[in-house]
């Protein structure tokens, strides 16, 4: 299993907002889970183009 940072940041401002309580964090947790969700359903990592170099 390669290692995704964009789930790693998700996974770390799911902290953060759940620790810190804005006015926007329910909005913020439900977001930040909607997006974690996709990404464990469709097994890609949005930073996959910049984690994989091409060789030339």
């Given at each position: 299993?390669?290692l995704c940072f ?51």
């Amino acid at each position: 299993m390669k290692l995704c940072f964009c789930r790693l940041i998700l996974a770390i401002l799911v902290i953060v907002f759940a620790w810190w309580n804005p006015g926007f964090a329910k909005i913020a947790l439900t977001v930040i889970g909607a997006l974690l969700a996709i990404l464990a359903l469709t097994g890609a990592c949005c930073c996959k183009s910049k984690c994989e170099a091409k060789p030339e």
